[in-house]
């Protein structure tokens, strides 16, 4: 009976030394860098608003956030490395509508969008909008589709990937409007823009914060914004529906989230990083350069995140699969 006693008492310290362990590695959590994977060339959109939000995290962490860009298959190439990756908080992953929505109903992923992450906080948002290369030969949205439907299949427009937003996006307008042209892929959104201000390409159905900057420099020119009101950034370009084309409406919301089963503790850290970054006037300006609107605080939380990738799996997968769109 003493042997048995003796060794429950072991057990016992044992498991208290473990607990103790766990605890203490939670509260030294992060000991050392983290790696944000961003999905997309660098350049990009998606990059800038990683890098920013990385820089300011740092000062939470106490340690270095790392851009790792991981681009290919619309995203999901850099998502996958995330979801394979340990769960320990050390690898992150900053996506947004396509990666965490869009793709699992387009592609066939090796891994599940919602069950394979953890949420951890909703960032910003920016529309769609539909901008063209400033040579374009229309001045307003009703005049391009009078081009369009007077050259039919002429006009080449770029979009991210095959079936994501700025895809699915033209598609939707090709049948609302009776129009047709041809769509041009590319594998981030820096490659394109630089297209399209270079003349390569007409035209894109493309994440506004973008292309802020070359429209406001008159590089390019914007028609409309797909928004059910006027973008702040650009309060002089009309809506969709203003134009005529009532219904299309579709932005780019970012979130960040880490791999399931990343301890609750650790993802409680990495929101109150990620909320402390986005209180900062300093960051609110930067992502205000770039078109980026952070999301009240009320719904920077990993619930809310969780809600909003749910809303828009409902609402886009249907209609994905209905049009029977597949990335290639």
């Known amino acids: ?54 820089e300011a995290m740092r000062g939470f962490l106490g340690q270095p956030v790392v851009i790792e860009n991981v681009s290919g298959a619309g995203g999901a190439i850099g998502v996958g490395r995330v979801a394979r990756a340990a769960p320990d908080g050390y690898t992150l992953s900053l996506g947004h509508v396509q990666t965490h929505v869009i793709n699992a109903a387009t592609q066939s992923l090796p891994y599940d969008v919602v069950k394979d992450f953890e949420p951890v906080a909703l960032l910003a948002d920016t529309p769609q909008w539909i901008v063209a290369k400033a ?29 994501g ?3 699915i996006a033209a598609i939707y307008f090709q049948k609302q409007t009776g129009t047709s042209f041809q769509l041009v892929p590319y594998r981030g959104g820096a490659p394109l823009v630089q297209d399209l201000v270079a003349g390569q390409i007409d035209l894109t159905f493309g994440q506004a914060a973008n292309y802020l900057a070359h429209v ?26 203003e134009a005529g084309v009532p219904g299309l409406h579709s932005s780019f919301w970012h979130g960040l989230w880490v791999p399931k089963g990343t301890p609750k503790d650790v993802v409680a850290k990495l929101h109150a990083a990620v909320v402390e970054a986005l209180a900062d006037p300093a960051l609110v300006k930067r992502f205000g350069d770039i078109g980026q609107e952070i999301w009240p605080r009320a719904q920077q939380t990993p619930e809310a995140l969780a809600a909003q990738q749910k809303a828009e799996i409902e609402r886009w997968w249907p209609i994905i699969k209905a049009a029977n769109i597949k990335a290639e």
């Open 135 to 163: 040579t374009f030969p229309a001045a307003s949205l009703q005049e391009m589709i009078a081009w369009m439907k007077a050259n039919p299949g002429k006009a080449t427009v770029g979009a991210v990937g095959v079936g």
């Open 216 to 241: 406001r420099g008159g590089r390019l020119k914007a028609y409309v914004v797909l928004a059910e009101k006027r973008w702040w950034a650009a309060p002089d370009v009309p809506t969709m529906d």
């Open 1 to 54: 009976m003493t042997v048995r006693l003796c060794l429950i008492a072991v057990a016992l310290s044992l498991g208290a030394i473990e607990a103790a362990s766990a605890q203490a590695s939670v509260q030294a959590y992060p000991s050392r860098p983290l790696t944000m994977v961003v999905p997309y060339p660098a350049g990009g959109p998606s990059d800038t608003l990683g890098r920013v939000l990385a």
């Open 165 to 167: 937003p700025t895809d």
